[in-house]
Each structure stands twice: as C-alpha cells, then as structure tokens.
C-alpha cells in the first residue's frame, strides 16, 4: 500500500519507480496467484502467494500489486513470494479478510521499457467499495459498486479506476457508486468473475483527479501560481474541466 525505496534496475531494465520515486503499475493483471498461508506478525502479517509470472525477474525488495496493494516481497522460494502486511493495509483493503485458497490479481511494478496499456496505478489503496450487483451476459459482465462519497467525487464517466488492482472503464454513476462493463478479456485473466454482490474490492481513483482537485484547491485559495493557472487552462480547452 505504501510506496517503497525505487529499484534501480529489475530484469527488463531500469523500473519507472527508478525515474519517479515512486513504483508505478498499469492496472493490466500479469496472471493470478494463490494465498498459501497467512501469518501474524507483531500488529500486522506476513502473507505467501504462489505465483509464476510475476517471480520472474523479481528479488527481494522490489513491488508487487496483490488485488491493488503495492507490497515489497521479503522472501521468494519454491514457486512462491511472501510480504509483510501492515496493520494500517490489513484495514484499509481487502487483504485482512484473506485466507488460504484465494485466488489474487498480481502485477509487478512497471519498468521504463514496458508498454503503459492501462492507466497510472500506485498501488496506493483509496479504500474499500461493495459490489452492490452483477450481472452476466453472453460476451462479459457487468458490475456495480458503492463507494464512499469521498471516493465517489474523484470518479467520472469514461474516465479510470482500479478495482482489485485491475485498470477499468467507468460505463456509468450510480446511486452511491458507479458501473463498470468487464470485456472477455479481463473476465479470463482477473479474479473479478469470482465476485459477487456483498463482496468488498479494493479500489483506487484515477491520481489525476487528485492532483486537479489540489490545484483547483489552491487557485480558490489564491495559493495557484502563473504555471498552474496555465495548467488549468489547457485541461478546460481540452474538455477535461
């Protein structure tokens, strides 16, 4: 959940985490892994995962996103990987509530030499949405979630949001929350098909809502300098205000 020292070079090269200060994911799902064990450690837990893609290239110290949570792997071995979990993750996502046997979306951080094919995803948990509804056709499935007012102000149609880690589409605001369209696709390679209404997902709004929320914040406090006043000039010529 929390943003780790950046990694200076992975197997596939240099990590963004390397030229931003921060690990980076794009919210497309590299394969889905199984809880092994979990156990208490000190006021948090250390969780093991079995996985195989995502091993790959991958030491001790570098990120991974487990249902949209950045850990840092303490321990790779025997087709597995395992991270201390702290208390403060254990209640503000779902990882509290895992057990043996679940199945989890997995990614690791992006490199600089990857395609970015979702959206900028810290694997910084904004907090847990209910899945109200879901209904399935032929092709896909669609999904409601209700959310927090706080979460619901960042959130637009058409614009981008993590749910478990997975890079989404909004299709349309609900009452309380929002609904999403899953394609074939992401249907196949996500635990998202295993959810059902009542379920809790870890959800993560889009960063650049945040960061135009803080700038429309300071120029109404008359805090905004020449450059975010420019800023906020282009985003409403190009329809985004």
Known sequence: MFSTPPTPETADGPSLGFFWGIKVFTGL???TGVVVKTVPSG???TLTVSADVVLQGTAVGDSISIDGACQTVTRIG???FSFFCSRVTLQATTL???GPGRRVNLERAMTASGRFGGHIVQGHVDGRGVISSVRRDSDGMEIVIRVSESMGGYIVPK?????DGVSLTVVSLEPGGFGLYIIPETVSKTTLPERKAGDSVNIEVDILAKYVERMMGRRETGEADAGEEVLKRKLMEGGYL
Do not use: D, L, M, P
């Not at 614009?159 to 749910?163: N, Q």
């Open 29 to 31: 799902i590299e394969e």
């Open 43 to 45: 006021t948090g837990a």
């Open 78 to 80: 025997g087709g597995s």
């Open 96 to 98: 509290g509530s895992f």
């Open 159 to 163: 614009g981008s949001v993590a749910v």
